[in-house]
């Protein structure tokens, strides 16, 4: 368990998951990020750098320059350990089990030795202080990695996981999480709980433009869109024959499967 203490800082945060190998949507972001003057050390990432997308090492390798924090993801974990799989926590024989595979298949290829490297040092927790709140993030739960807490998940899960985090690092007001790539706020007793999803995916919701989230100076949320270049993203996929559904996902903006969503997430009929 590596726990990175970012220290109190300042200023507006940036707070986002998922870049999954999708590089056009990541540039967009720092980019937005470099506009509205935040540096990339209040840059905070969920994990899952890589995953779905055409370009892991272009990601890695972005926040890497950037030095951007980075909490250890299920993807970064299972590819510094050479692992057979992403480690999602999809069920076996499921529809993501099998689309896991190629896009996991190929991450494995492209990853060079000094990338695993790096994934292998990722912190598991950051903490931090801001608006005068201590906050820790973390990628899935506190117990497992690869946990899905979702936006209607019981409130006892939340807490377990929180009372976990207790133990862990002390006192906290706001859990800053990702994994299940869908954004959402939750108040469990008056600890904050943000998800501020994915970047490199949309969150299963008919539309293109992914999710990131901004806390304020004073620690106000504010969930955003990214609009990115999605045509670039898909072509880049197709180029390497990443075609197994996540590519039409990018446009379309649903899930390729949504064996993975609690029923009640789900589309109509899906
Ligand atoms: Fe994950």
């Known amino acids: 368990m590596q726990i990175r203490d970012l220290g109190e800082l300042e200023g507006k945060l940036l707070l986002f998951g998922g870049p999954y190998s999708n590089i056009q949507a990541l540039d967009a972001l720092m980019q937005w990020a470099d506009d509205a003057g935040i540096p990339p050390e209040r840059r905070i990432c969920t994990g899952d750098v890589v995953a779905y997308g055409a370009n892991p090492r272009a990601c890695v390798r972005l926040v890497q320059r950037l030095g951007v924090p980075v909490v250890a993801g299920n993807c970064e974990k299972n590819l510094a350990e050479g692992a057979e799989d992403c480690g999602c926590g999809y069920e076996k024989g499921t529809a993501c089990a099998a689309l896991a595979k190629d896009w996991y298949d190929y991450a494995q290829r492209r990853i060079k030795p000094a990338e695993r490297e790096w994934?292998?040092?990722?912190?598991?927790?950051?903490?931090?202080?801001?608006?005068?709140?201590?906050?820790?993030?973390?990628?899935?739960?506190?117990?497992?990695?690869?946990?899905?807490?979702?936006?209607?998940?019981?409130?006892?899960?939340?807490?377990?996981?929180?009372?976990?985090?207790?133990?862990?690092?002390?006192?906290?007001?706001?859990?800053?999480?990702?994994h299940c790539g869908v954004p959402f706020e939750r108040n469990i007793d008056g600890v904050h709980w943000i998800n501020p999803g994915a970047i490199g995916l949309p969150p299963h919701d008919g539309l293109p433009e992914t999710c990131f989230a901004t806390l304020s100076e004073d620690g106000?949320?504010?969930?955003?869109?990214?609009?990115?270049d999605v045509k670039g993203a898909v072509a880049a996929m197709h180029a390497v024959g990443l075609t197994q559904g996540y590519d039409k996902a990018l446009q379309s903006g649903y899930w390729p499967s949504e064996d993975v969503l609690p029923k009640a997430m789900r589309r109509k009929g899906g």
């Open 119 to 178: 994934m292998a040092a990722l912190p598991d927790r950051l903490t931090f202080r801001h608006a005068g709140k201590r906050h820790v993030v973390i990628h899935g739960g506190a117990g497992d990695i690869s946990r899905f807490l979702w936006p209607i998940s019981f409130e006892d899960d939340f807490w377990h996981e929180i009372s976990l985090l207790q133990e862990e690092v002390g006192a906290i007001d706001v859990v800053i999480a990702g």
């Open 220 to 228: 106000e949320i504010t969930l955003e869109r990214l609009e990115y």
